[in-house]
């Protein structure tokens, strides 16, 4: 299934991956897509947990429809929402991982390495990512192995 695009879309970033995602949220509002943005808002020095944390609750809480997270690397924005229940947060870098993140993991946050992507490979990551349902079948049961 995909995502309900009546809920807004969860965004967060530290300082590295704040200029994408300026420009993510410009593309997706154009495009009339609600998000909600946990900041940060400057490319002044900040913690990446201070945004992984809210984006990752609000998916968790079902105040958003899936979360997108970025940093340089994405690996400490993966990492924080990963401690999460329910929150399978997958680093993606091509729009290849992406859809099969969502295909195959059933992943409902998508985290971007800023310093690695293009803004046009995010965009095209966030759009496939939300609109590629969860396959089901034989992934099923190794999702349902995740949490602890």
């Given amino acids: 299934m ?3 695009l009546s809920l ?3 965004i967060g970033a530290d300082h ?3 200029e994408c995602k300026e420009k993510l949220i410009s593309l997706f509002k154009a495009k009339g897509i609600q998000l909600k943005d946990f900041g940060c808002f400057s490319t002044d020095t900040v913690d990446y947990p201070d945004f992984a944390h ?3 609750l609000s998916v968790e809480k079902g105040e958003a429809a899936f979360g997108i997270l970025l940093c340089g690397s994405a690996n400490g924005v993966a990492i924080s929402a ?3 229940q329910g929150i399978r947060a997958a680093l993606c870098w091509t729009e290849e991982i992406a859809e099969l993140a969502r295909k195959h993991n059933d992943a409902n946050v998508l985290c971007i390495p800023a310093r690695f992507v293009t803004v046009e490979v995010a965009q095209n990551m966030v759009e496939l990512f939300m609109n590629t349902s969860f396959e089901g079948g034989r992934h099923q049961s190794r999702v349902d ?3 602890c």
Wanted: aromatic residues 12%; positive net charge.
């Fill in 54 to 56: 809210p984006v990752a």
């Fill in 82 to 84: 990963n401690k999460h």
């Fill in 8 to 10: 807004p879309i969860a």
């Fill in 2 to 4: 995909a995502f309900n």
């Fill in 145 to 147: 192995k995740i949490s």
């Fill in 16 to 18: 590295a991956g704040f």
